[in-house]
């Protein structure tokens, strides 16, 4: 089994990276592959309650997120200090996530065979 790690760096509704990001990792969770996601930079901005992208005329992708249990992607990071950066806390997201420091988004990273970049 190969495991793959998924890098959400882009802020929402930045066009259809994000959907084409979620759709690979949708495929290889469904051929139970370990697959995990980190959240960093305006990618901790994906996560936010509240979003109302129908606004936009886009689609809403936080339904995606929530149902990742689902595939049994339950390895979810996130940048301690994006999520600060931007004055959020773990509490306004819609996932419940494990925060990870700066420095150690390296070894996480080289924890997985695959980081697939969005």
């Given amino acids: 089994m190969k495991s793959f790690l998924f890098v959400m760096r882009r802020p929402p ?3 259809v990276g994000l959907a084409e990001s979620l759709d690979a990792l ?3 969770a469904a051929f139970d ?3 995990a996601v980190l959240w960093l930079d305006d990618g901790v901005l994906q996560l936010l309650a509240q979003q109302q992208p129908e606004s936009l005329a886009l689609k809403d992708t936080s ?3 929530t149902a990742l249990e689902l595939y049994e992607v339950t390895e979810l990071y996130l940048e301690r200090e994006s999520l600060q950066e ?3 806390v773990p509490e306004d ?3 419940p996530v494990r925060l990870v420091g700066r420095r150690e988004i390296n070894a996480l990273i080289g924890g997985f065979a695959v980081a697939v970049p969005d």
């Fill in 93 to 95: 997201l819609i996932l």
């Fill in 86 to 88: 931007r004055g959020l």
């Fill in 63 to 65: 339904a995606i997120f």
């Fill in 26 to 28: 949708l495929t290889a």
């Fill in 13 to 15: 509704h930045s066009g």
């Fill in 33 to 35: 592959q370990r697959v």
